[in-house]
């Protein structure tokens, strides 16, 4: 089994940083695509950016610019730089990875998500 688990949630007030951290743990062979996804009150999860092992990188059109990914492969953890936050970023955020086991190829793993607020 893999277990993901997201750090560095909490309140943060409008244009300011959090840098969110996942790490993974398990029977874990290799880590193809790391992530960030986010579902706010009312509304459906959604991407926020993703990281390949070959190191490309994608991003939500909201938090380009803002946003920054990136993966210590060694550590199998993945960390998210939030910059300039808004109210519209408050969400709780879940980290994603697609993980070959040792019994299984390219399976999706989640964390339980932690909650950021942007707010004054």
């Known amino acids: 089994q893999v277990q993901l688990v997201e750090s560095g949630g909490g309140l943060v007030q409008p244009g300011g940083s959090l840098m969110l951290s996942c790490a993974a743990s398990g029977s874990i062979f290799s880590i193809n695509t790391m992530g960030w996804y986010r579902q706010a009150p009312g509304k459906e999860r959604e991407l926020v950016a993703t990281?390949?092992?070959?190191?490309?990188?994608n991003y939500a059109d909201s938090v380009k610019g803002r946003f920054t990914i990136s993966r210590d492969n060694a550590k199998n953890t993945w960390y998210l730089q939030m910059n300039s936050l808004k109210p519209e970023d408050t969400a709780v955020y879940h980290c994603?990875?697609?993980?070959?086991?040792?019994?299984?190829?390219?399976?999706?793993?989640w964390g339980k998500g932690t909650l950021v607020t942007v707010s004054s």
């Open positions: 990281i390949t092992s070959s190191g490309r990188i």
């Open positions: 994603n990875a697609v993980v070959t086991t040792t019994h299984y190829y390219n399976a999706n793993y």
